[in-house]
């Protein structure tokens, strides 16, 4: 009968929600503690994934994408072989790489994008600079792996351009 009573009844209802919030905050806290002690042993927090270009960071059919988009976009300055000409340097060999020793792929990819074509950068999308960085990496003798070199830059921030140890 009292909970017929519109007044009576949302004040029961709020008391309700109230005590019942209370009640859920202490026991939420003593069972978010007990869960981490609980997954502690199982799930221990997974460390960034750092990989090197020796990894296998690429697939082999993306490389060949990327030699198509090398062959129509880049050749006409770095050469059919990458060996460079005129004012345009190579993208092979030690006079590449040293300049990208401990360097990162994801800067790589970056670097093309907003500064290649020379004569008119900025219109390449990220992905086709990627698969041309892919290319760029099998040409340099780092081997393909099973999956594509994602186009997402945190993911190839997190791969190192290495010496061979
Ligand atoms: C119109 C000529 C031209 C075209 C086309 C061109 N480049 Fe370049 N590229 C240059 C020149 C000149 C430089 C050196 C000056 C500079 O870095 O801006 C250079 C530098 C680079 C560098 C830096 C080299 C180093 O030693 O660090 C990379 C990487 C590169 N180009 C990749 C590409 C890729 C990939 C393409 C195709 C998507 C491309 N370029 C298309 C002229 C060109």
Redesign the pocket.
């Known amino acids: 009968m009292f909970l017929r009573h519109p007044r009576l009844g949302v004040y029961a209802c709020a008391a309700l929600a109230a005590g019942g919030l209370i009640l859920s905050l202490a026991g939420g806290a003593t069972s978010v503690a007990s869960a981490a002690e609980a997954a502690a042993p199982e799930a221990p927090a997974p460390a960034p994934e750092a990989r090197s270009v020796w990894d296998g960071v690429y697939s082999a059919a993306q490389a060949a994408r990327g030699k198509k988009?090398?062959d129509t976009?880049?050749?006409?300055?770095?050469g059919d072989a990458l060996l460079g000409g005129?004012?345009?340097?190579?993208?092979v060999d030690q006079?590449?790489l040293k300049?990208?020793y401990g360097k990162n792929v994801g800067r790589?990819v970056d670097?093309?994008r907003r500064?290649?074509?020379?004569?008119?950068p900025g219109r390449?999308s990220r992905q086709?600079?990627t698969d041309?960085?892919a290319y760029?990496l099998n040409a340099n003798g780092f081997p393909a792996g099973k999956a594509d070199l994602v186009n997402d830059a945190t993911a190839q921030k997190q791969i190192t351009i290495e010496a061979k140890k």
Do not use: I, N
């Open positions: 988009a090398y976009e880049c050749a006409r300055c770095h005129e004012d345009s340097p190579p993208l006079e590449f300049g990208w790589l670097q093309t500064t290649m074509p020379s004569d008119g390449l086709l600079c041309v960085v760029l």
